[in-house]
């Protein structure tokens, strides 16, 4: 039959919609038609003026009671069923993010028909926990999903992509990075644009789901990025406000994860080290940017066995900001020192637990006087959420958990590393 308007491929069959939030139902028509939908108890009209059409409905509550809704012209009626009204996060990143539940050691063992995923890497069809095979479902976005709805019971939309060739310009939009002098010129010169497929990862997000309304976004990834780690935060930065822009909300919570430690014989750990650093500035509640740390697990203990530990810490991050369950479930990090002779005061902020040192010795300190020898910290004292350093007066710079396998000793008493830092030290104090 002879269509007149096309539903974006993110409409099928069980799909799940965010609530509290404008909802959106697009796609592709012929010019100058009627299209009606008919949604709950909303009904609109529109004459098209051009080739995409787009209904913007009213916020709906929360709903877990399937229902279908329609969109019709006036030879053509498509109909979307067993919809749900619930939450819906976007997973998107590199590798940690497209591995799936049958390559780890994780089975699914936690089903229920109020959870759907939506695999754009794979197909466009809602797959629903308990009655589809989701092996090939991210086993990040799974133990989220189940880790999540124990916790509040809540129709669950979990939509995921990711590329194992991903780096932070794929994610970018092409006119904001080349409108930038710094990065154009970096871009351009030192590297072919075609390598950073810039913009691919943006364009494929921008076609099929920016109209969609989704709760907040993961971000997972930063492992493809150590050869411009010096543009990476400014980069960053703007991926954040492009996609917000995009989702035509711009205080859309944002779920940063910070690439975990790691074995690496090419010893990159100034990038790695920068990555994380610059991740973690990017964190402040204001700008509705979290950071959730895995620096202090090995990579082969993320990749190979399971994700469980970040699920965890991710869902009680998601709670306390997004749902006011719990609190203090960011890490600690660092917001302040105070320099006077031969000691350094380090503050920090997010997580107000008394901090300790796991192995008992406060390791993972370092110092330098020249920039190019660093020498560990022996003489280091913890009082509740301050931390202070004997050190030469002459001290350039202090480090923590600097490195690609970084020493990650201090803790909060529930469990939460403190992010690495790095201090460069006012040689006039």
């Not at 479902?137 to 992509?161: D, E, T």
């Not at 790691?262 to 790695?272: D, T």
């Not at 503050?347 to 370092?366: E, I, P, R, T």
Request: proline share 2%; glycine share 4%; charged share 25%.
């Amino acid at each position: 039959m002879k269509k007149y308007f096309t539903l974006a491929p993110i409409f099928h069959d069980n799909m799940i919609f965010q609530a509290d939030k404008t909802i959106r139902v697009y796609g592709k028509c012929k010019k100058n038609i009627e299209v009606k939908i008919n949604f709950l108890n909303q009904e609109e009209v529109i004459k098209t003026n051009s080739e995409e059409f787009v209904f913007e409905l009213k916020a709906e509550k929360y709903q877990d009671k399937g229902f279908s809704f329609t969109v019709s012209s006036k030879k053509q009626v498509e109909t979307i069923y067993n919809c749900l009204i619930g939450d819906v996060y976007l997973f998107i990143g590199g590798r940690n993010i497209t591995q799936s539940l049958a390559m780890s050691s994780k089975q699914e063992d936690y089903t229920s028909f109020d959870i759907r995923f939506l695999d754009l890497n794979k197909q466009n069809q809602w797959m629903v926990s308990g009655r589809d095979s989701i092996d090939q479902i991210s086993v990040l976005s799974y133990l989220f999903a189940k880790n999540l709805h124990q916790q509040n019971r809540i129709p669950l939309g979990i939509i995921v992509y990711g590329k194992e060739d991903e780096n932070i310009f794929s994610w970018s939009n092409k006119n904001v990075i080349l409108n930038d002098i710094e990065m154009k010129n970096y871009l351009n010169g030192v590297f072919q644009l075609k390598e950073h497929h810039l913009a691919r990862d943006y364009n494929f997000l921008k076609k099929h789901i920016f109209n969609f309304s989704v709760k907040s976004m993961i971000l997972y990834q930063g492992e493809n990025d150590f050869q411009h780690f010096h543009f990476y935060e400014k980069a960053l930065s703007s991926m954040i406000k492009s996609f917000r822009m995009e989702f035509k909300d711009l205080y859309l919570p944002v779920h940063i994860i910070q690439i975990s430690s790691f074995e690496n014989k090419h010893k990159n750990y100034i990038a790695s080290s920068e990555i994380r650093i610059a991740q973690s500035n990017l964190c402040a509640d204001k700008s509705k940017v979290y950071v959730v740390s895995v620096v202090d697990i090995d990579e082969k203990d993320m990749v190979s066995l399971n994700k469980n530990i970040l699920s965890q810490r991710l869902v009680k991050l998601v709670l306390e900001k997004q749902y006011n369950m719990g609190k203090n479930a960011l890490c600690p990090q660092l917001f302040s020192y105070r320099q006077r002779a031969g000691q350094v005061d380090i503050y920090v902020h997010n997580n107000f637990l008394a901090l300790v040192s796991k192995s008992g010795q406060k390791l993972g300190f370092y110092y330098t006087n020249n920039i190019v020898d660093f020498y560990p910290v022996r003489d280091v004292l913890i009082e509740n959420n301050q931390i202070s350093l004997k050190i030469c007066e002459d001290a350039k710079e202090i480090r923590y958990a600097y490195d690609d396998n970084p020493t990650c000793d201090i803790y909060t008493s529930n469990g939460l590393p403190l992010l690495p830092f790095k201090i460069v030290l006012d040689q006039a104090s």
